[in-house]
């Protein structure tokens, strides 16, 4: 459309142009002589219009025909404005013509016109062509359109039926992909990527739930079994007392485990970020040293600490705090009489590291890539208490704080090879 418009005024323009160029030369040529030289000029044009498309018409003051090729003066030629388009017979044919009057004074008039009947031929042409050529485009973009979308439709159809068998409660399909590496590639491969943590997520939910179910179950039935025995068969007051007591320390830990797991559910959503500020770590890591070192040396083990002068972090205290406890307690629990637990800290260009070490069973490689879920305890620490959230903790809130737990053997290749857990924390 833009095209048509632009040629067609084109075509105008130049018309236009070329009437008025033609006018004001025969105006100059009347006011350099007389009416006579003014139809000479005339003559002299028509003579010379091979194409024959000019058009001229001189009229006296009786309105008499002096000059031109034009019969009679025309209707439309006696309004008000100067430029007029009318129809017009010539040789036997009808035609449109673009004329301009002009007013010569003391009674003579002329017309100055072109027969722009080729120019409508030419501009009739034009439509034609832009009008096929714009059927094309549309049929061309109408087929293209058809193919996107069956190319589209192809390639997201594996989606559509992942999505539909997810929607459905089916966590096991995944997208499948090509070589191509394209957008669509890197989709499905998002996709599969979420749909695994999901899946992961999902076990772990059966998992903690089962979990909680096995462990709370044994303490639960063995505080009943107490408290029924104890109603049933108590001798005296201070057996029922005794009972009670145990009950209720049984009741702590069910409510210790579930304080626990609401602490990891809370920590793991970043509810604690709110409580980052700066701060430097020796002083409390001194503080929880000297706590267990007397709780070590009452139970015939030894506890060295070697923690710098400085050790600044912008993090949670409260919560690096109590997994240093977690770590602390671990250690202390599996490390035998007269063995040595280790606490170490080292500041370096870009990471605190916080190392607890001890003597004790150590663990597999297979249990060290579990420790950390919730509840997992290894077979060396079925017979020791707890409740397996420990290490959980501690994986969370370095996570937390975009640090990372690692797991090794404090004495590599002995007997005991013991355990060193080492949280590493970007430095402030």
């Known amino acids: 459309m833009v095209l048509w418009w632009n040629t067609a005024g084109a075509l105008d323009r130049q018309v236009e142009a070329s009437i008025r160029a033609d006018a004001t030369a025969l105006v100059e040529r009347r006011r350099a002589g007389d009416i006579g030289a003014l139809v000479s000029a005339i003559e002299d044009r028509l ?29 439309e030629a006696s309004g ?13 044919a009808m035609t449109e013509a673009r004329l301009l009057r002009v007013d010569l004074g003391d009674g003579h008039r002329l017309l100055v016109g072109r027969d722009v009947a080729e120019k409508l031929r030419l501009r009739a042409l034009l439509s034609e062509g832009i009008a096929w050529a714009a059927s094309a485009s549309a049929g061309l973009a109408v087929l293209g359109a058809w193919l996107l979308r069956r190319a589209l439709e ?24 090509t070589e191509r ?36 179950r044994t303490p639960i039935a063995r ?15 201070a057996a ?83 997994a240093l406890v977690n770590l602390l307690d671990n250690a202390l629990k599996f490390t035998p009489e007269g063995g040595t637990v280790r606490l170490a800290a080292r500041l370096g260009p870009d990471a605190v590291e916080i190392a607890v070490s001890d003597d004790g069973p150590g663990m597999p490689e297979a249990d060290r890539r579990r420790a950390g879920e919730r509840f997992f305890r290894a077979d ?24 990372e737990v690692l797991l090794t053997d404090t004495h590599p290749g002995a007997e005991r090879p013991g355990l060193t857990v080492t949280l590493r924390l970007p430095s402030a």
Do not use: C
Not at 80 to 92: A, T
Not at 382 to 403: D, E, F, K, N, Q
């Open 80 to 92: 008000e404005q100067p430029w007029m388009r009318i129809p017009l017979e010539r040789d036997g």
């Open 380 to 403: 060396s620490a079925r017979s020791t208490p707890g409740s397996g959230l420990g290490l959980s903790l501690v994986r969370a809130v370095a996570a937390l704080h975009a640090g």
């Open 181 to 216: 590496g394209d957008e669509f590639d890197k989709l499905g491969a998002t996709m599969n990527a979420m749909l695994d943590r999901i899946a992961q997520l999902m076990e772990g939910v059966r998992g903690v739930s089962d979990a909680i179910a096995h462990d709370l």
């Open 47 to 75: 003579a010379l219009d091979v194409a024959n498309e000019a058009l001229y018409l001189l009229l006296g003051p009786d309105n008499r025909r002096l000059a031109g090729n034009l019969s009679a003066w025309p209707v």
């Open 154 to 177: 192809n390639r997201l159809r594996p989606v559509y039926r992942t999505a539909a068998a997810v929607a459905s409660g089916d966590l096991s399909p995944r997208v499948p992909l």
């Open 223 to 237: 505080a009943r079994a107490k408290l029924e025995e104890a109603q049933a068969s108590a001798e005296d007051e």
């Open 240 to 322: 029922l007392r005794a009972a009670i007591e145990q009950g209720i320390a049984d009741l702590d830990g069910i409510a210790r485990v579930f304080q626990a797991v609401l602490r990891i559910a809370e920590v793991e959503a970043g509810a604690r970020r709110a409580a980052f500020r700066p701060t430097d770590l020796s002083p409390m890591l001194a503080d929880v040293a000297e706590l267990y070192g007397a709780s070590a040396e009452a139970h015939d083990q030894h506890l060295v600490a070697e923690i710098p002068e400085r050790l600044p972090l912008v993090g949670d205290r409260d919560l690096l705090g109590q």
